[in-house]
């Protein structure tokens, strides 16, 4: 018995020192999450203590140990401060959960707070493409007078024109030397940007950089803002110059612009990856393929839990150029069809949003008025009210007016439910007819890529067993004429590879294609102990039909293979000039090298090379000039 009863005591003395352990371990992470929380709230820059992710670190810790406790009041706070931290990394998936159960609980958050969360929940939704629940935030906002514009909402609706006016007439442009005028030049040249008017957003973030640099020379002393957030918008309107000098095709000016905008991208992240596939393609475009491919990734990597449509359409596009300059064609479909199905959702989704829009344009109106009604003041409400006291006369009048304007109101109403109605009807059968079109269109698009793929990987196929035969043959004439049949197999085959890469089925971009079968034509024949130059006078958005460029291309084929062949040799050094250009309704093509040049006795009677010229000049009705003194020089004129 006393054995039993000496038990007892000790498993009850452990069971209360487990508890009293277990209790003082929970208020110790009290204590820890009490003391992140006011080392938050005591930091008006909190970046400037910790770097965002170790404050996320710190936070998710504080959510997963409170969320076991009761205390629902700390869990609270603690959802406020990741719902910030989520966002600011453009983390959206992970804060707008938050952001919700803040805005359903306003009435436990200041009035900061209360804004913020407004602010960034919209900014959530937009991001979403949730353009209705956008517009109900947007509405709040302009109610509680933190602001008055709707241009981001008619921007992410794809109406960058009306963004644009209600830009201009309704957002302030912000004291000089503060965040709030650094904002609007940012926001302004973007909305030109997107217009494609070029020049005119290159203007605006060129004013940006300038009041850039002054705004951080004054905040040096003054210590307003934190100067990494200054050099954040330095650097984005730097590489936002860039954007405009990749639109005009200048990518090697464009590259340290886009370097040193990253650089300056210390939290922004959102910015730091768009940016990153920005400076892939330049470097793509500039044949650096390893570094470009570097960007790439880094620029996938940090975005890969970010909510952003336009970057990651950026993304798809950026893989799939790259996989086509390493030939990857198959990958670069695959890409290529990703972008393709997400930007045509995307379009679908923007086309919804602006009928959303549109049937709350009533609603914007009214907003409209009651801002213009918050905005008056006191003084002339009390004016107001003294004109109407010393005019009792008219009180009849008024009433009569105002029982005419009623009926007048509610006949309006009437209406414009009608119209409301009838509007709602037209876009249900505009959007069934838009859906059936594109689902067709779709099809038919996909069809006509796959044929010319497999056009283009038959011939593919045709250039390997060629390969093959040449390699198992030793007699060097046979080898040759080989290398010359796989050479205007590939001229064909660029021409299907270059219509179902760009989603063009009856035109093809003549320049891009000349070049890439330039290319391929000298990393056959050019030697380490050669050195070619090529000058291209190549007409721009020059387009041709297929038929057309089929010919052009073996004509180009044959005229550059003999030159690369036969123009150098005994020389070190050689210059070869091709031209295409429109002159008078007319299309003249011109090759030319500074060889010794050859007589008529050199052309063997036979040559294949020179007949085919003359049937493509023929399928063409082109007339042919062949010049064989000081170098050689085919011209080629032909009506478009």
Same mark, same amino acid.
């Given at each position: 018995?006393? &054995?039993?009863?000496v038990? &007892?005591?000790?498993v009850i003395?452990?069971?209360?020192r487990?508890?009293?352990h277990a209790?003082?371990?929970s ?7 009490e003391?992140?929380?006011a080392?938050?709230n005591g930091n008006l820059?909190?970046?400037d203590?910790y770097?965002?992710a170790?404050w ?7 959510f ?5 406790s009761n205390?629902s ?7 406020i401060a990741l719902?910030?931290i989520?966002?600011?990394q453009a983390k ?13 609980n ?11 969360v ?5 900014e959530?939704y937009?991001s979403?493409g949730?353009i209705a629940?956008?517009?109900?935030i947007r509405?709040?906002?302009?109610k ?5 514009t709707?241009w981001e909402?008619y921007?992410d609706c794809?109406?960058s024109?009306a963004?644009k006016r209600?830009?201009?007439q309704f957002?302030e442009?912000?004291?000089s030397y503060s965040r709030k005028?650094?904002?609007y030049y940012?926001?302004?040249?973007? &909305? ?6 070029i020049?005119?957003?290159?203007e605006?973030f ?5 009041a850039?640099?002054?705004?951080i020379?004054v905040n040096?002393k003054?210590k307003?803002?934190?100067e990494t957030?200054l050099l954040y918008?330095y650097?984005?309107f730097i ?9 005009k095709?200048q990518?090697?000016?464009a ?6 905008d990253?650089?300056?991208s210390?939290?922004?992240l959102?910015?730091?990856a768009?940016?990153?596939l920005?400076l892939?393609?330049?470097?793509l475009?500039?044949?650096n393929p390893?570094k470009?491919?570097?960007?790439l990734?880094s620029?996938?990597i ?5 909510t ?5 359409l ?10 086509n300059?390493?030939?990857l064609y %198959?990958?670069a479909?695959?890409y290529?069809i990703?972008?393709s199905?997400y930007? %045509? ?6 086309q919804?949003n ?6 709350g344009?009533?609603?914007l109106t009214n ?13 002339e ?5 003294e004109l109407?006291k010393?005019?009792l ?5 008024v009433?009569?007016m ?9 006949r309006n ?6 119209n409301k ?6 876009n249900?059968?505009?959007?069934i007819s838009?859906?059936?079109i594109k689902?067709?269109?779709?099809k038919?698009e996909?069809l006509?890529?796959e ?6 990987n038959?011939?593919?196929v ?5 390969n093959l035969q040449?390699r198992?043959?030793k007699?060097e004439?046979t ?10 197999i590939q001229t064909?085959a660029l021409?299907h590879q270059?219509?179902y ?13 000349i070049k890439?079968l330039i290319t391929?034509?000298?990393s056959?024949?050019?030697t380490e102990?050669?050195e ?5 006078f190549?007409?721009?958005?020059l387009e041709?039909?297929?038929e057309y460029v089929?010919?052009?291309g073996?004509?180009i084929n044959e005229?550059?293979?003999?030159a690369?062949k036969?123009?150098?040799?005994g020389s070190n050094?050689g ?5 295409i250009y429109?002159k ?9 090298d500074?060889?010794?040049g050859f007589?008529?006795?050199d052309i ?5 090379g ?6 493509m000049c023929?399928q ?6 062949l010049?064989?003194t %000081?170098g050689?020089?085919?011209?080629i004129?032909?009506k478009k």
């Amino acid at each position: 018995m006393k &054995i039993r009863f000496v038990y &007892i005591l000790l498993v009850i003395s452990l069971l209360f020192r487990d508890k009293l352990h277990a209790q003082n371990n929970s208020n110790n992470e009290n204590r820890n999450v009490e003391s992140i929380l006011a080392l938050w709230n005591g930091n008006l820059d909190q970046y400037d203590l910790y770097s965002v992710a170790i404050w996320e670190k710190m936070f998710e810790n504080a959510f997963k140990e409170t969320s076991k406790s009761n205390n629902s009041e700390q869990l609270f706070k603690i959802k406020i401060a990741l719902s910030y931290i989520y966002h600011d990394q453009a983390k959206f998936k992970k804060a707008i959960p938050f952001l919700k159960e803040l805005y359903l609980n306003k009435s436990k958050l200041n009035k900061d707070e209360y804004e913020a969360v407004l602010i960034k929940l919209e900014e959530e939704y937009r991001s979403f493409g949730d353009i209705a629940n956008a517009l109900i935030i947007r509405n709040e906002r302009i109610k509680i007078g933190s602001i008055n514009t709707y241009w981001e909402i008619y921007r992410d609706c794809g109406l960058s024109e009306a963004a644009k006016r209600d830009f201009i007439q309704f957002q302030e442009k912000g004291v000089s030397y503060s965040r709030k005028e650094l904002q609007y030049y940012f926001y302004l040249g973007d &909305i030109y940007f997107e217009l494609n008017q070029i020049d005119s957003a290159n203007e605006i973030f060129n004013q940006g950089i300038a009041a850039a640099k002054k705004t951080i020379e004054v905040n040096r002393k003054t210590k307003a803002y934190r100067e990494t957030n200054l050099l954040y918008f330095y650097g984005c309107f730097i590489g936002n110059t860039a954007k405009c000098l990749i639109a005009k095709g200048q990518y090697k000016k464009a590259i340290p612009l886009l370097l040193e905008d990253i650089s300056y991208s210390y939290e922004n992240l959102g910015n730091k990856a768009q940016k990153m596939l920005y400076l892939s393609d330049c470097y793509l475009k500039t044949n650096n393929p390893t570094k470009a491919k570097l960007y790439l990734d880094s620029g996938s990597i940090i975005f890969s839990d970010k909510t952003n449509n336009s970057i990651y359409l950026k993304q798809l596009k950026t893989n799939s150029n790259y996989f086509n300059y390493l030939k990857l064609y %198959d990958s670069a479909y695959l890409y290529s069809i990703a972008y393709s199905k997400y930007k %045509d959702s995307f379009d679908t989704k923007r086309q919804e949003n602006q009928s959303v829009l549109l049937l709350g344009q009533l609603e914007l109106t009214n907003r409209r008025s009651e801002l213009f009604k918050s905005t008056q003041t006191l003084e002339e409400k009390n004016k107001l009210i003294e004109l109407q006291k010393s005019q009792l006369t008219a009180l009849v009048s008024v009433i009569v007016m105002s029982i005419a304007f009623i009926i007048a109101l509610y006949r309006n109403f009437r209406q414009k439910n009608k119209n409301k109605k009838f509007i709602e009807q037209q876009n249900n059968q505009l959007k069934i007819s838009s859906e059936r079109i594109k689902s067709q269109n779709d099809k038919n698009e996909i069809l006509l890529k796959e044929l010319h793929h497999r056009v283009k990987n038959n011939l593919q196929v045709m250039y390997s067993l060629l390969n093959l035969q040449k390699r198992r043959n030793k007699d060097e004439d046979t080898k040759s004429s080989l290398l010359s049949i796989q050479n205007r197999i590939q001229t064909m085959a660029l021409v299907h590879q270059n219509l179902y890469t760009t989603g063009s089925f009856e035109m093809v971009e003549v320049t891009t294609y000349i070049k890439t079968l330039i290319t391929h034509l000298l990393s056959i024949y050019k030697t380490e102990t050669k050195e070619i130059d090529i000058s291209y006078f190549l007409e721009s958005d020059l387009e041709l039909p297929i038929e057309y460029v089929v010919s052009i291309g073996l004509i180009i084929n044959e005229a550059v293979s003999n030159a690369l062949k036969y123009a150098f040799n005994g020389s070190n050094k050689g210059k070869l000039n091709i031209s295409i250009y429109s002159k008078s309704g007319n299309c003249i093509i011109e090759v030319k090298d500074n060889g010794p040049g050859f007589s008529n006795k050199d052309i063997k009677e036979n040559s294949l090379g020179m007949k085919l010229i003359n049937v493509m000049c023929a399928q063409l009705k082109a007339k042919y000039t062949l010049v064989n003194t %000081d170098g050689v020089s085919h011209k080629i004129e032909f009506k478009k």
